[in-house]
Structure formats: C-alpha cells, structure tokens
C-alpha cells in the first residue's frame, strides 16, 4: 500500500504483480457491477470504470484470502485506491 488519491500509472505500485484474482465491485444498494477472475497488471493493478456518484464495496480475494474495501464516485473522490490488503 501507498499514499495515492489520483492513480497514476508512472508511479502507482501494488504487491500483487501478475497474479490472478476475484474481484468484486457491488453499490450500496446491492447492484453487482463487476464480478470476475483477473490477472494484476505488471504495476499490481487492475482497473475498471465505474458509474459516477455511486458508492460500494471492492473485494478482492487472491490465494485464499480475502480483502474489502469501500469507494465512491463522487467528482472529489479517489480514483486510486490502495489500502486493501487481503488477509
């Protein structure tokens, strides 16, 4: 983890380079947006778009362990989000 609001792909590192995950992206009110198997990208990323002014929950689980954590859309919020650690 790192401090970051704006991702930004020069200098954004994640510790999971290259591995498979699930992930899971679902609002407040239960609407499933993204619930897939991917691979982090080489800066230990993975990236998706996401309808505006909407808040929620990311899960991710990666070799049995499970982290979540909570965003929101809003014109002021982050786009880059750092503190979820799977445990």
Do not use: M
């Not at 704006?6 to 609407?31: K, M, P, Q, Y």
């Amino acid at each position: 983890t790192h401090e970051c609001y704006f991702h930004n792909l020069g200098t954004c590192r994640g510790e999971l380079a290259g591995e498979d995950v699930h992930v899971t992206i679902s609002t407040d009110d239960g609407e499933v947006l993204v619930d897939e198997q991917v691979t982090t990208y080489a800066n230990g990323f993975v990236g998706f778009w996401l309808p505006k002014d909407i808040t929620g929950e990311v899960t991710v689980t990666a070799d049995g362990k499970t982290g979540t954590v909570p965003f929101a859309t809003g014109p002021e919020d982050a786009t880059c989000l750092t503190t979820l650690q799977v445990s």
